[in-house]
């Protein structure tokens, strides 16, 4: 109850509330609005509302925009922060249009994405949402998706920004992700891209990924184990790979025990005579994810390196699932957030 309320009343005053304040806020608050039984049943009969809407919030099916936002921003990323928000969008009181819950609610999806993925500051995040609030304040409720993605892509400052494609593109294919983002993560999104890669052909299966997949290296970490036949890389070369090897072109999803059988296997059978490491004897990790894997991720992959898998691959695919990742998460307007910059230089 204190946490609902302390949300609820960040929602409704458009300011942080503390948790250790919210008994004292909502007496508040609430003391003008209790003087009649009309006023109280009024505030009453909203608060009702919105700590059903809240209670409610855990059922969300993950495959509506409301259920996925939960899943993927409010858990996964463990924005909380941005739960005031998502309570106005959803509230009965408001009775915001679902078309544009869905266009807000991806909006600050993708905020909170790009953000984490190019490993931006969350040190605002807080007093971002409440101003994102306040935004609203003003704005019939049938225009309020419109208006947080204009908002949105108005902000120039760095920690509130939100990177456009062209800083994706540019930025995103040489970031160490691997060891700096944390797994869960990784996974929402390679998952979200593996999906964006079958929705691009009618001819896939429509398949449900299933839970429990995990991140695997294409190139391994323990590369130096099979990956690094004479002429030795220079301790420079060496420092290049290590950090290539964590950038989301070299990353993918497998299961469990097929994540136990890759290891720091060699790509091709070839450079695997002899290995019997993981239980596949003499096979290299393309022919394993040939044999085992159906996803378009590693499909991609197998189908067009036959013999190698280098930095120079790596790179490639990694603009490949950037490319992918701004379909998924749609960056802002661009020419509301250039006007913004250009306003923000004068």
């Known amino acids: 109850m204190d946490i609902f309320l302390q949300y609820w ?10 948790a250790e304040l919210v008994f004292r806020v909502f007496a508040d608050y609430a003391g003008s609005r209790l003087s009649t039984p009309a006023k109280a049943e009024a505030l009453l009969t909203e608060l009702r509302k919105d700590a059903d809407t809240y209670r ?12 996925r936002f939960r899943s993927r921003v409010i858990e996964t990323m463990e ?3 941005t739960t005031p928000l998502f309570l106005w969008l959803l509230s009965e009181n408001h009775s915001v249009p679902r078309d544009q819950v869905r266009i807000a609610l991806d909006a600050i999806e993708s905020w909170v994405i790009r953000r984490t993925l190019l490993r931006k500051t969350s040190k605002d995040v807080n007093r971002f949402m409440v101003a994102t609030l306040k935004s609203l304040g003003s704005v019939d409720a ?27 593109l ?6 160490k992700l691997y060891g700096n983002i944390r797994q869960w993560r990784l996974q929402v999104v390679l998952r979200a891209v593996e999906q964006q890669l079958r929705n691009q052909s009618t001819k896939y299966e429509a398949v449900e990924l299933p839970w429990g ?9 323990g590369w130096r184990t099979h990956w690094d036949p004479p002429p030795r890389l220079t301790p420079e070369e060496a420092a290049v790979r290590d950090r290539v090897v964590n950038t989301i072109g070299n ?16 790509w091709t059978d070839s450079d695997a005579t002899g290995l019997v490491d993981g239980g596949e004897s003499g096979k290299g990790k393309r022919t394993l994810l040939d044999a085992f894997s159906l996803l378009v991720l590693n499909k991609e992959i197998i189908q067009s390196h036959i013999d190698l898998w280098t930095e120079a ?8 699932l950037t490319k992918a990742i701004t379909q998924v998460w749609p960056g802002p307007s661009m020419e509301i957030q250039e006007a913004a910059f250009e306003a923000a230089r004068a």
Do not use: C
Not at 143 to 156: D, M, P, V
Not at 213 to 221: A, K
Not at 313 to 320: A, L, Y
């Open 9 to 18: 009343l960040t929602m409704r005053l458009q300011e942080e509330v503390k």
């Open 56 to 67: 409610g919030l855990s059922e969300l099916d993950v495959a509506t925009p409301e259920g």
């Open 79 to 81: 924005l909380a922060a």
């Open 142 to 168: 049938r225009e309020a998706g419109n208006a947080i993605r204009k908002f949105l892509s108005e902000q120039t400052a760095e920690t509130r920004y939100w990177p456009s494609d062209q800083e994706m």
């Open 170 to 175: 540019t930025t995103l294919p040489d970031v």
């Open 213 to 221: 997949l995990e991140i695997e290296h294409v190139m391994p970490q």
């Open 251 to 266: 990353l993918t999803l497998v299961t469990k025990s097929l994540n136990g059988s890759l290891s720091n296997r060699p």
């Open 313 to 320: 691959d790596i790179k490639e695919r990694s603009v490949v």
